[in-house]
């Protein structure tokens, strides 16, 4: 027994008093068990083990469905260490009023404790936590998620070297609901939410919180990126890591199936959330991603719009607040399929087609093990990683940022990164549809100064001898009815392979005040139904006015990083100058 580990659960344990404490192997025994106790007590329904088996319901608590960025806080001793974007408590505090709340809070419960690895076994990029709960879900989802118990404790070895992760659900009462990180201490505490985002805490907290402060100190990237690797006709595979906000389809994007016509192409899933990333020994940036598993947004998920992840939660599946049929099966809206005659809504009430309310709330998910996933890359384990060619950000704008465009080198690229935005989503508590500047993805997720992190991002780029080039895409533009222009989904391929194209240096562009813009001819639209090169035209404009407002968006965005980057304000002013009023 690792002593390291061993005095920090018996420290827990004295002050949460469980009845029981249990250490998480791993095995399937152990699973068969938490799964029966699970099922005796509600928290789990089985769902018909014949059409999904393996598969569980799960309800959470009605005021319990998202991640909460107002009740999640960076813990540094310096405010500005957790800079301008993150809610920040001083550690003493933090520590002080959570320890009252976890004072005797597991009384008449279980404590697990989960080793856990985030990566695959025996690579350099991978790191241990340790998740002490309270909750038989979290332990199940954790399973999925990661690579649990022995397996992580085999790679810690007798090094204290692991991330402390402290989670009990209390009463799930939002009030007494806190996600605090404290980056100086490898530490996490959460308590009062049995959510996915607050209480799996191998995934945001940290992978990217935890992680991302890691990264800056030992010159790596986390990021909440999807990687995938794009297959050509010759069989020559290119990997590529996208940066998206929350349910803006990393997912679909990483799982994606050609269409028709360009079934000769494959693209191989290697994760669909985050990504790990370190400079390799031939000077090109090194990916992994550290999960082992899918936290995937279920409403909208359906075969057109995703057949993989269908095909991944057919079996061995947590399926949380979707709709539950009376026959045991489950359903979401945008699923593309018949609802049951009957069911239980997401908050457990009596629901029928007619009802009029969501039968599955929007953010409702699967957990689902990616090893499933018929896409899988055979590398999506590779100790060493996949060598990255491309980055790319993105977010739902339905007006101003065109279908695609690529940055004019890696620091144009950072810039790129640091100003884009998107429309607010059901994955987090609060107003769905507004725009925010979202940097990287990272709005929610990055652990430190958002001015550092952008830093970060400039001084890699100077040890990466071979960087990867930076895109930017818009899947979302809308036309004057409110309707999406381009048809997404598997058709994103064809802006995927205008990227592997310039990766390869095989396509011109038109450069632009933005960046690189494709040439209409070069991006292939055959096949498309009622989309035409006039409607590709409208998708790569840039419209003098929008970015007028966006020149000016940015700027108060900037103003509010007291330690932005020269090289940024730089960017910015070159942008004023083609777009700005005199005055901006
Ligand atoms: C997620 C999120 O769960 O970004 O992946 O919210
Ligand atoms: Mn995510």
């Known amino acids: 027994m690792n002593t390291a580990v061993k005095a920090w659960v018996d420290e827990v344990a004295k002050t949460t008093q469980p009845d029981k404490i249990v250490w998480i192997t791993g095995s399937e025994s152990e699973k068969k068990g938490l799964e029966n106790e699970c099922l005796a007590d509600g928290e789990l329904i089985a769902l018909d083990q014949k059409k999904h088996p393996g598969c569980f319901y799960h309800r959470s608590a009605r005021n319990d469905v998202a991640r909460v960025e107002h009740l999640t806080f960076i813990c540094s001793h310096k405010q500005e260490d957790a800079g301008p974007t993150n809610n920040w408590m001083a550690p003493q505090e933090a520590y002080a009023k959570l320890g009252e709340l976890y004072k005797g809070c597991m009384r008449g419960r279980t404590m697990y404790v989960i080793p856990y690895l985030m990566g695959p076994e025996n690579s350099p990029f991978s790191k241990v936590g ?98 995938l690797g794009l297959e050509d006709k010759k069989g020559e595979v290119t990997y590529i890591a996208a940066a998206f906000p929350s349910a803006c389809g990393k997912t679909n994007l990483s799982m994606l199936v050609p269409p028709e016509i360009l079934k000769d192409y494959k693209v191989w899933t290697v994760g669909d959330d985050i990504a790990w990333m370190r400079i390799g020994k031939d000077g090109r940036l090194w990916a992994v991603n550290p999960e082992a598993g899918f936290f995937g947004v279920a409403p909208g998920t359906s075969k057109k719009s995703n057949p993989n992840a269908l095909l991944t939660t057919s079996r061995n599946t947590i399926f949380t607040n979707v709709l539950l049929g009376d026959d045991g099966s489950i359903w979401w809206e945008g699923m593309g399929t018949e609802p049951p005659e009957h069911g239980t809504d997401w908050k457990g009430d009596a629901w029928t087609p007619s009802s009029g309310s969501l039968g599955a709330h929007p953010n409702s998910r699967f957990t689902a093990p990616a090893e499933q996933c018929p896409s899988i890359s055979p590398e999506w384990q590779n100790p060493e990683g996949v060598p990255i060619s491309a980055i790319v950000f993105g977010g739902r704008r339905a007006k101003v940022a065109p279908l695609v465009y690529q940055s004019f080198d890696w620091k144009h690229g950072v810039f790129v990164g640091a100003t884009m935005a998107s429309e607010t989503t059901a994955a987090a508590n609060g107003k769905v549809g507004v725009v925010r500047r979202d940097p990287m993805a990272m709005l929610p997720f990055c652990g430190y100064n958002i001015g550092d992190y952008f830093q970060h991002w400039l001084d890699m780029g100077k040890k990466i001898p071979n960087p990867p080039k930076i895109f930017h895409v818009n899947w979302f533009r809308t036309d004057d009815n409110g309707k999406f222009i381009w048809p997404g989904f598997g058709n994103n391929l064809r802006v995927l392979l205008w990227i592997l194209a310039r990766c390869k240096g095989e396509v011109g562009a038109t450069q632009s005040p933005i960046g690189y813009l494709p040439n209409p001819d070069d991006i292939n639209i055959e096949g498309l139904d009622g989309f035409t090169r006039q409607s590709l035209i409208a998708l790569l404009d840039i419209d003098k006015e929008s970015w007028g407002q966006e020149v000016q968006e940015i700027k108060e965005w900037f103003e509010r990083i007291p330690k932005l980057p020269d090289d940024l304000h730089k960017r910015y002013r070159v942008l004023n100058e083609w777009f700005g009023t005199p005055h901006s």
């Open 130 to 227: 340790i998740e002490i709960t309270d909750s038989r879900y979290v332990v199940l989802n954790m399973r999925i998620m990661a690579r649990i118990g022995d397996v992580a404790m085999r790679h810690l070895g007798e090094s204290g070297d692991f991330v402390k992760g402290l989670h009990s659900k209390g009463e799930l009462d939002e009030n007494k609901r806190y996600i605090c990180h404290f980056p100086e201490d490898n530490t996490i505490w959460s308590f009062g939410s049995g959510y996915g985002g607050n209480a799996l805490l191998g995934k945001k907290c940290f992978a990217l919180r935890i992680a991302s402060n890691l990264g800056r100190h030992e010159d790596w990237l986390a990021e909440h990126m999807l990687i």
